[in-house]
């Protein structure tokens, strides 16, 4: 059955909802917080396997743009990316979360993948 107009007006604002929420370490609260989601936020629905797939091209996607910039880039660029990639962590407060520190490690990646592709 199709969806209507506004089922698909309210999964668009249910994703904004979820996707403001990576601002602060994937909605992560604070360390001492036993709380669980705030109750005025409705439930976010699944991604359906289409909607996964179309993320995973435009990752790989991106990735490989990055790739090809950092290439280009003046070992200042580079170092810069490598700093950025220390910085990240929670705000004080906050528990670390295990996909942020996953990212910092993947950025680093990605400037020691670029390093393939540098003409010296």
């Known amino acids: 059955m199709p969806r209507q107009n506004s089922d698909f007006s309210s999964d668009s604002v249910q994703r904004q909802r979820a996707l403001s929420r990576w601002d602060n370490e994937g909605g992560a609260g604070p ?48 170092e810069l990316a490598r700093e950025m990639a220390g910085y990240i962590s929670p705000r004080p407060g906050f528990t670390h979360h295990p996909l942020t520190m996953h990212a910092a490690a993947h950025m680093i990646d990605l400037v020691e993948r670029s390093s393939r592709f540098r003409r010296v």
């Open 31 to 78: 360390a001492d917080s036993d709380t669980g989601p705030l109750l005025d936020e409705p439930s976010i629905p699944e991604l359906t396997n289409a909607e996964l797939v179309a993320l995973r091209v435009r990752v790989i996607a991106l990735e490989n743009l990055m790739i090809a910039l950092l290439a280009t880039g003046s070992d200042q660029q580079l």
